[in-house]
Each structure stands twice: as structure tokens, then as C-alpha cells.
């Protein structure tokens, strides 16, 4: 299974564009990539997923170079309700079950 | 929208206990799947289910079962709960067709094992 890597943590002043970079080295021809949120005491909630070069919905954009071994998550203008724990993973779109990081930590401060 | 319920938000059990924990969803999907999450150690795969009656053993199956008698509904068992099984799982669904929204996954049941 193609693992991801991404940064545990990073901190942010509301208003600002954040942007969570993920490493997938080893992903396959048939994977897509998928980001998730979690708020506290949450299940994670599916937020964007992609293929290749950018996909964009009313919550974030995802950003795939043509290598596909990376992917950058980007929120516009973060607020203190966007403070989440963000998982990127390599999905095969059902062929086998998901397999979550730790996720990177988001922290927007006021 | 796809619901996932857990039928409890927290429970406390002792050791020992056969402890069930239940999971309903309400949009006919084939696929639903059991996390345990733990402080560091992010979500493991417990169990997994594609249809009906099938189960498929995840990362970290010691110590539990599951059944899947009706496709909305998949418990996990414990078979004998132990102080080490204390943890927040999660239940998740997942349809196939179409594969728009990833897994939709339930709040959580909160489980301490005294």
C-alpha cells in the first residue's frame, strides 16, 4: 500500500490561505487521492479527492503535479472553524480499505 | 445524505464483559468498515465488510468479530473486553456506485474498560 507522508502540524492566522503538502512516492496508476477532516470527537469527513492537476470544491483545492508523487491541499482564508486534523491518503476507490496517517494538525489562531 | 449511526456515543464496560457495538447505515452501501482510534497512533483497520455475511480481517482484528446478518447494519464484537480495547471506534460506510464522496463514517462510540 502506497503510504503518505505529511507534516504533523502547522499553525495559521485566520484569514490566511493554508497549504498542506503530502508525499506519495509510491502510488499507483489506478490510485486517486483523497483528503479528510476531523474535528474533535468527530469521524472524519471526506473533503476533496483527485487524480491529476487540480480539482477545486467549495471547501478546498487540490493541487497534483503531472508526477503525481505529491499533492497540496489548499484552504482559502482559514477561520478558527477550519482547526482540524487533515489526512491525506492514497485511495483505490474501494478496491482496498483506506489506510489513515496521523494526519497533520491545523491550528488557526485569531 | 449518507448517514452512518453508532448506537452509543459512550460506553463504560468492564473487563471481561462481551461487549457490542453497533452500526447502522441508511444508503444501501455494499462496503462498511471498522476503526479503533487511538492519541498518536491515528485510525487502524480492524475489520471490513464488502457485502452481506462477508468479513475480511483488517490490521488489528486480535480480540474482536464482527457480523454482517443484514447489509445496513455491521457490529463489532469484543469478544472479551480488556482494559487495552479502551478507544474511540468508528464505523464507516462506502458505496461503489458512484464513488463521489468517499467513506461516510458514523461519530464515534467512546468505549473505557474498566
Known amino acids: 500500500l502506497a503510504k503518505t507522508t505529511q507534516p504533523i502540524s502547522m499553525d495559521s492566522y485566520e484569514g490566511q490561505e493554508v497549504n498542506i503538502t503530502c508525499s506519495h512516492n509510491?502510488?499507483?496508476?489506478?490510485?486517486?487521492i483523497t483528503w479528510y477532516q476531523q474535528f474533535p470527537s468527530q469521524g472524519p469527513r471526506f473533503i476533496i479527492q483527485?487524480?491529476?492537476t487540480k480539482v477545486t470544491n467549495e471547501v478546498a483545492s487540490l493541487f497534483i503535479p503531472a508526477d503525481r508523487k505529491s499533492s497540496t491541499l489548499s484552504l482559502p482564508r482559514v477561520s478558527l472553524s477550519d482547526t482540524a486534523v487533515y489526512y491525506c491518503?492514497?485511495?483505490?476507490?474501494?478496491?482496498?480499505?483506506?489506510?489513515f496517517g496521523k494526519g497533520t494538525r491545523l491550528s488557526v489562531i485569531a | 445524505d449518507v448517514k452512518v449511526t453508532q448506537s452509543s456515543r459512550y460506553l463504560v464496560k468492564r473487563t471481561g464483559e462481551k461487549v457490542f457495538l453497533e452500526c447502522v447505515q441508511d444508503?444501501?452501501?455494499?462496503?462498511m468498515f471498522w476503526y479503533r482510534q487511538d492519541p498518536g497512533l491515528g485510525l487502524r483497520l480492524i475489520y471490513f465488510?464488502?457485502?452481506?455475511?462477508?468479513?475480511e480481517k483488517g490490521d488489528i482484528p486480535e480480540g474482536y468479530s464482527v457480523s454482517r446478518e443484514k447489509k445496513e447494519r455491521f457490529s463489532l464484537i469484543l469478544e472479551s473486553a480488556s482494559t487495552n480495547q479502551t478507544s474511540m471506534y468508528l464505523c464507516?460506510?462506502?458505496?461503489?456506485?458512484?464513488?463521489?464522496?468517499?467513506?461516510?463514517f458514523g461519530s464515534g462510540t467512546r468505549l473505557t474498560v474498566v
Open positions: 464507516a460506510s462506502l458505496g461503489q456506485v458512484p464513488y463521489n464522496y468517499g467513506y461516510t
Open positions: 509510491n502510488i499507483a496508476t489506478n490510485d486517486y
Open positions: 465488510s464488502y457485502d452481506v455475511k462477508m468479513k
Open positions: 444508503m444501501d452501501h455494499e462496503n
Open positions: 491518503l492514497v485511495d483505490g476507490r474501494g478496491n482496498t480499505p483506506l489506510v
Open positions: 483527485g487524480y491529476k
